[in-house]
């Protein structure tokens, strides 16, 4: 019966079946061996990246949960953890954007209140192919509502995170969804099913044959063929999770919970299997028991389903009617499905009669693990390579288009300025963050759009910031260096919002790992993420990998997305992206070495995806970031914003932005990179050295901040002053941007919104 | 004085009501679950935001047959003051302690922004702190909140001083531009006739403290306060605080 097309449909190889076989010691029925290929794949079983995630750092004295549980976690104080997690749902969203991302949304939450904590906050990393793409406006629309009709529904913000387009993506979008939650650092509760005879509870949505092989989706690659796959993506119930949330926090504060799981990636057979070998124990369900949506569904069909909206909790013996009153309080009904044994074997009965019968080991522990072959990608050398010089030879045709050529003086510079203002990666995320509701729980300080997110801890003084950032660019140019320089620009977003970061999570967004060129981006990543978040002291406590992200045979630039959660220990010493006050000064931090490889700079102006990305010194960019640390708790800092796509000129840009047009008048150095004049001033403005940060500074705390930064050994210089309503930028002496704040202001605004504009007849 | 902030399965602001009764105008709160059939002797009742019932047949359809919405009718019929926010309006319409409702948004799409809203009335008792024609500042979050009436109901609430707040620019006058819903006649709340039950779009509960960026919605909060504080210093039952303007 189960022949090599059998293997293939469940995406297992030969040799992993004859693995089974063995530990068997029997050739496995249909159920089990659907069974071992959902736990076998590379979703649940991470059997190509395994051997390279174990060398990461993930302990420290604020970690209270590493990787491993369905979340991390880290101390925030006063006997509170901070629960966080950063998840992938790519190809759910490409194949149905709306449910795709909803359902992603779903996930990630439930992952979250599993651990016993209150989800507070969302966060998104979402990358698509270029807006001008067919296909694109569709699926940023869908994916958008998607996550807006999840999380507003169940009244956890939205409060922040990054948008990039890029053709890269588009066959093949990513779609990264971060939660974060409030625990009592001793009442997190794990995902272990131990206490033989204890009571095994099926509780939450109806099981019907959605998503059954959603996890084997995610370990293939796309063609044409894809779209026929609808079947696989899960429809999602925010409604029935809110309940599932309030009533199994509920639950969770009576003590006769053991321990509880959400089915996720391929649902009752991972959570059964996952809950019994962290606790060291069996657990015998029979699948006549589980609620279904649909008839005539078999054990295969019940163990391998994706439906949404479903949990499974071990209660203590004796403790059923509490647990059981608690879920009708919400009309929900826990429906007792087994127990747990003491024999470590995951045993499914149908009416009875066993129908599967498996140790966990062989389906966890023993899971395959692959080192597989990496080498360096051929593209590599010559993609590193940039040519300076030439970038000075542009004909008046090769100019960008952009809305407005008003610009009084430096026409080349002002006009690359605002066509990369008005670039959808660049500019505002206003049409998206508008659509989610960031302001629910009365919490959020830092709203979306003005930095890091930032919520308070209701019941103390105290606020976390939290960031993702990523960037694929730089990851394809060198993947070790972009992946450090994502680690860093996300601690970097949190410091700037006065808060300490304390803790990481990762989604490793990659193609085919069987390719060796994939492996070796992947692997490099890896690297460069262990060594920034060793340097920065910043713990991966948790992630997600999500591989084979490729659409007929191209895969998407390697793209590692960190999420950093940091703590500011009074909510009031808040900073934000904007100048606050007409002459204050504008203090740059850090060094500009006109770094021009990898930029937005050279993509969007020159139509190059090329040279080296931006150097990084971790010991100055954990410097900087103590240094924006001490200057909040002091008080002696306005605003900051941190200088990344775009370089220096978007940033001060975005500091003028959102202030009802308050300008700038600028200088800053010159840089010299190449012969040609015009490229040193694009190198100066554009360029996007590492470990920058522009802060505004009130006039009497000026020599303060200069000595706080002198003393921490970072480079730090006055360029300018607030006031007017025009921005005004020099390169030594000469100046190269003058544009009013509103009209670069309205370009930037528009740089999403004019892409969905009704035309009206 | 005692807030009674009711749950719906699906309510999602009902912490942030009471958050901001209790902990921002440290007055008593309770929380009042569906299924119970009376208000727990609460002097005024707030129906919260969310999404009860997943609000997937149409908002506060489901909601209104919830046994509270009974303890809260009785309660309005003695002239109590209920207020219902962005959910609870929706609510209180479906119900009919408001006349209207709502369609989506004239953008079809989800809308979480602050907008300026224009006081019309302050004889009820949820704006009467604030000056007729002063301009408050105060989040929306809301799919539906396009706030419809056949015309004849509208001209009667206007006629009858009904309609409370209305979406503005931020001087105060109405432009299409600056109504986020596409509401008719820019109304973002009203009350009913005898002016205690009021049904508002924007969330004042969102902007009571600085740190959350604005606390023009105080003024929503501090009018109930001070409207029982009165009538409880004359020794008056709430019953009579909807009669008492």
């Given amino acids: 019966m189960i022949d090599l097309q059998v293997l293939q449909r469940h995406g297992l190889t030969r040799e992993e079946y004859d693995r089974i076989v063995e530990f068997l010691g029997r050739e496995p029925n249909l159920t089990e061996l659907g069974i071992f290929s959902v736990m076998w794949s590379e979703h649940c079983s991470y059997k190509s990246s395994r051997v390279h995630l174990k060398t990461l750092p993930t302990k420290g004295p604020q970690v209270l949960q590493g990787p491993g549980e369905n979340a991390g976690a880290v101390d925030i104080g006063e006997g509170l953890a901070a629960v966080f997690k950063i998840e992938s749902h790519n190809h759910p969203s490409f194949i149905e954007p709306y449910q795709g991302a909803a359902t992603g949304v779903g996930g990630i939450i439930r992952d979250i209140f599993t651990m016993g904590a209150r989800p507070i906050a969302l966060l998104n990393s979402l990358r698509f192919g270029s807006l001008e793409a067919p296909g694109t406006k569709r699926l940023l629309e869908g994916v958008v509502a998607g996550i807006a009709g999840y999380g507003n529904s169940i009244g956890i913000p939205t409060v922040g995170g990054e948008i990039v387009f890029e053709p890269s993506y588009s066959g093949n979008p990513l779609v990264n969804v971060f939660c974060l939650g409030i625990a009592k650092a001793s009442d997190i509760i794990k995902g272990v099913a131990s206490g033989v005879g204890n009571p095994v509870y099926y509780v939450g949505a109806k099981t019907g044959r959605d998503g059954i092989h959603g996890a ?21 119930d925010p409604f029935m999770e809110k309940l599932l949330l309030e009533a199994c926090l509920e639950v969770m504060r009576t003590d006769a919970l ?19 070998s962290r606790g060291g124990a069996g657990v015998e369900i029979d699948v006549s028991f589980v609620p279904q949506r649909e008839t005539g569904m078999t054990p295969y069909e019940i163990m391998l389903s994706e439906s949404q909206e479903r949990m499974l909790l071990v209660a203590k013996r004796g403790r059923e009617a509490e647990v059981e009153r608690i879920f009708e309080k919400w009309d929900l009904h826990a429906v007792r499905i087994g127990e747990v044994t003491s024999d470590g074997v995951l045993r499914v009965k149908d009416r009875g009669s066993v129908v599967a019968e498996i140790p966990n080991r062989a389906l966890t522990d023993e899971a395959p693990l692959y080192r597989r072959p990496a080498t360096e990608p051929e593209y590599l050398r010559e993609a590193q390579r940039l040519d300076l010089e030439s970038l000075g030879d542009r004909s008046p045709e090769k100019r960008p288009l952009h809305g407005t050529g008003r610009v009084a003086r430096g026409f080349q510079s002002g006009g690359d300025f605002l066509a990369l203002l008005g670039s959808p990666t660049i500019g505002s995320k206003r049409w998206v963050y508008r659509q989610y509701d960031h302001m629910v729980r009365t919490s959020t300080i830092n709203l979306p759009g003005m930095g890091a997110g930032v919520v308070r801890v209701r019941g103390t003084d105290r606020a976390l910031a939290l960031s993702v950032d990523g960037n694929g660019r730089y990851c394809y140019l060198d993947p070790h260096r972009g992946a450090m320089l994502a680690v860093a620009e996300a601690a970097r977003n949190v410091a700037c919002a006065g808060a300490r970061p304390l803790g990481a999570t ?11 060129a994939i492996m070796w981006q992947f692997a490099k990543a890896v690297e460069g993420i262990g060594e920034a978040c060793r340097a920065l002291d910043v713990p991966i406590t948790g992630g997600n990998v999500s591989l084979y992200n490729e659409t007929d045979g191209h895969a998407i630039y390697p793209t590692p997305v960190i999420g950093v959660v940091g703590l500011l220990e009074r909510a009031d010493r808040v900073v934000a992206r904007r100048f606050r006050e007409p002459g204050d000064a504008i203090v740059m931090l850090g060094d500009s070495r006109g770094e021009l490889g990898g930029t937005e700079y050279l993509k969007v102006i020159h139509g190059l995806v090329r040279g080296v990305p931006p150097a990084l010194d971790l010991a100055a960019e954990r410097a900087l970031q103590q240094l924006l640390v001490a200057l909040s708790e002091e008080r002696l800092v306005r605003s900051a914003h941190d200088c990344s796509d775009g370089g220096i000129a978007v940033t001060l840009a975005e500091c003028c932005f959102d202030t009802a047009g308050m300008g700038a008048e600028v200088e800053i150095d010159r840089v010299r990179v190449a012969g040609n004049d015009a490229v040193n001033v694009a190198a100066a403005l554009f360029g996007e050295s590492a470990s920058r940060v522009v802060i505004g500074v009130a006039p009497d705390d000026v020599t303060a901040v200069l000595q706080r930064a002198a003393a921490a050994s970072v480079p730090a210089k006055v360029i300018g002053r607030t006031g007017g309503n025009r921005l005004r930028i020099a390169v030594a002496g000469e100046t190269v941007i003058e544009v009013s704040v509103g009209e670069a202001e309205r370009v930037w605004l528009s740089a999403i919104e004019k892409y969905f504009v009704k035309r009206v007849a | 004085m005692k807030f009674g902030v009711v749950i719906f399965p699906g309510s999602n602001c009902d912490e942030d009501a009471y958050h901001a009764a209790k902990d921002v105008f440290g007055q008593d709160a309770e929380y009042l679950w569906h299924k119970n059939t009376d208000v727990k002797g609460a002097d005024v009742v707030i129906l919260p935001g969310g999404f009860a019932h997943g609000d997937y047949l149409r908002t506060g359809a489901m909601a209104r047959f919830s046994p509270i919405m009974g303890a809260v009718r009785a309660f309005a019929d003695r002239g109590g003051p209920v207020l219902g926010i962005c959910n609870g309006f929706q609510i209180l319409l479906e119900a009919g302690l408001l006349p209207g409702a709502m369609l989506r948004n004239k953008g079809l799409k989800y809308c979480c922004q602050h907008v300026y809203l224009r006081v019309e009335r302050t004889d009820t008792p949820f704006t009467a702190a604030a000056r007729a024609g002063q301009v408050l500042r105060i989040p929306i979050g809301h799919g539906e909140g396009n706030y419809f009436a056949p015309p004849e109901t509208v001209e009667k609430l206007e006629a009858n001083r009904q309609v409370i707040l209305r979406y503005t620019d931020p001087q105060g006058q109405i432009n299409d531009e600056w109504n986020p ?35 023009d919605g105080r003024l929503i909060f501090e009018s109930i306060v001070q409207t029982l504080r009165s009538a409880e210093s004359l020794a008056l039952q709430p019953s009579v605080v909807g009669r008492a303007s």
Avoid: W, Y
Avoid at chain 1, 216 to 228: P, V
Avoid at chain 1, 258 to 276: F, P, R
Avoid at chain 2, 186 to 211: F, K
């Fill in chain 2, 181 to 215: 819903n596409g509401s008719v006649g820019a109304i973002a709340s009203i009350c009913n006739e005898r002016r205690n039950v009021v049904g508002m779009m924007p969330h004042p509960e969102r902007a009571c403290e600085p740190l959350l960026g604005g606390v």
């Fill in chain 1, 258 to 276: 053991v321990g509880i799981q959400d089915m996720g990636a391929a649902g009752l057979t991972c959570s059964t299997t996952e809950m019994g």
């Fill in chain 1, 216 to 236: 084997t989706m995610a370990s293939a690659e796309f063609d044409e063929k894809s779209a026929e796959k609808r079947p696989a993506v899960q429809v999602g």
């Fill in chain 1, 506 to 516: 990762n989604c490793l967004n990659f193609g085919n790992p069987e390719r060796p």
